[in-house]
């Protein structure tokens, strides 16, 4: 495993931790209707990076793309769930469209996803009944 495995594992367990803080804050404070949508992107997405990190040291997905995979949805991660909770809680954006663009990074992430599956990665595949 790569160093950039690494940071993107614990960058993963991070939107965890960070998808059950907003959950927590959003059942507290009244009116934050994106900070629970933030949340839920960052919980449904923290499983999918870790996941995505596992399957490159695995090989049965191309590793290259798998990567770019995960960190599509960690950028998009932070832009989407940043500006939303953001206006959830200081009532300012992150920056200008940063949540379409954090919507279109997490979108092509899971594309690249889905394409890692189907490029080929060099392994040699042992002939049925071997």
Do not use: N, Y
């Amino acid at each position: 495993m790569t160093g950039f495995d690494r940071a993107l594992l614990a960058l993963g367990a991070l939107a965890g931790l960070l998808g059950v803080a907003a959950s927590a804050a959003a059942a507290h404070i009244p009116g934050t209707d994106s900070l629970k949508t933030a949340a839920q992107f960052l919980l449904f997405h923290a499983p999918a990076i870790i996941v995505l990190v596992a399957l490159t040291a695995t090989g049965i997905t191309h590793r290259l793309t798998t990567r770019v995979a995960a960190a599509a949805l960690v950028m998009g991660l932070a832009l989407f769930s940043g500006d939303l909770s953001l206006r959830a809680m200081h009532g300012i954006p992150l920056f200008p469209m940063a949540a379409p663009a954090g919507g279109l990074l997490l979108m092509a992430g899971w594309l690249l996803a889905a394409l890692a599956a189907f490029v080929p990665t060099g392994a040699r595949q042992a002939a049925p009944g071997r």
